[in-house]
Antibody, heavy 119, light 110 residues
Framework: EVQLVQSGAEVKKTGESLKISCKGS????????ISWVRQMPGKGLEWMGT????????KYSPSFQGHVTISVDKSITTAYLQWSSLKASDTAIYYC????????????WGQGILVTVSS | QSALTQPASVSGSPGQSITISCTGS?????????VAWYQHHPDKAPKLMIY???KRPSGVSNRFSGSKSGNTASLSISGLQAEDEADYYC??????????FGTGTKVTVL
């Protein structure tokens, strides 16, 4: 069974750093890109970026380029999303997702991580 | 890149059919067949309902169907049921090698 299991909810202060994770299992991890998706409170889904676990090549949405870093450790089949300095506007639910075989469309999703940033 | 445009809300009575539109551009919906639709219930992960414009993943009801014409994609739901009440998002691959979601549509079953 394909699963993406994300780390737990986070409560942080503005200016702090954060790294959240997404562990894939039940499939060949290096064969499928992992994307990250944001949902701010009361808002829609936003695609943030994606990574190829086989070589760590990344592609970011222009809206998120330079604000977050996506990385992967294929030895433990885990992808990461990190911030060096959080802002209150980073408060959101963050999902990781894996595409359908042969497509770019996102079939498997993690359960989501609520990140709350306050001053 | 701008979000794809969807109506904010669509409603229908049980048993009726509804259609949700998703308008993009010649840089995304108009040139790629990687158009998908997701159902999103509050406090749950989004669920892929349609991929590659009109294909249904295993387990998704055949009451859901997708199509595309030019820069506009559509999701149709027939035989509307109470459980269909949710937010729906379209998405598309883009010529920049990125991915973009629609603005989202709240479906209400009257």
């Amino acid at each position: 069974e394909v699963q993406l299991v994300q780390s737990g909810a986070e409560v942080k202060k503005t200016g702090e750093s954060l790294k959240i994770s997404c562990k894939g299992s039940g499939y060949k991890f290096t064969s499928y890109w992992i994307s990250w998706v944001r949902q701010m409170p009361g808002k829609g889904l936003e695609w943030m970026g994606t990574i190829d676990p086989s070589d760590s090549y990344t592609k970011y949405s222009p809206s998120f380029q330079g604000h977050v870093t996506i990385s992967v450790d294929k030895s433990i089949t885990t992808a990461y999303l990190q911030w060096s300095s959080l802002k209150a506007s980073d408060t959101a639910i963050y999902y990781c997702a894996r595409p359908y075989s042969g497509s770019y469309d996102l079939e498997y999703w993690g359960q989501g991580i609520l990140v709350t940033v306050s001053s | 890149q701008s979000a794809l445009t969807q109506p904010a809300s669509v409603s229908g009575s049980p048993g009726q059919s509804i259609t949700i539109s998703c308008t993009g551009s010649s840089s995304d919906v108009g040139v790629y067949n990687y158009v998908a639709w997701y159902q999103h219930h509050p406090d749950k992960a989004p669920k892929l309902m349609i991929y590659d414009v009109s294909k249904r993943p295993s387990g998704v009801s055949n009451r859901f169907s997708g199509s595309k014409s030019g820069n506009t994609a559509s999701l149709s739901i027939s035989g509307l049921q109470a459980e269909d009440e949710a937010d729906y998002y379209c998405s598309s691959y883009t010529s920049s090698g990125t991915y973009v979601f629609g603005t989202g549509t709240k479906v209400t079953v009257l």
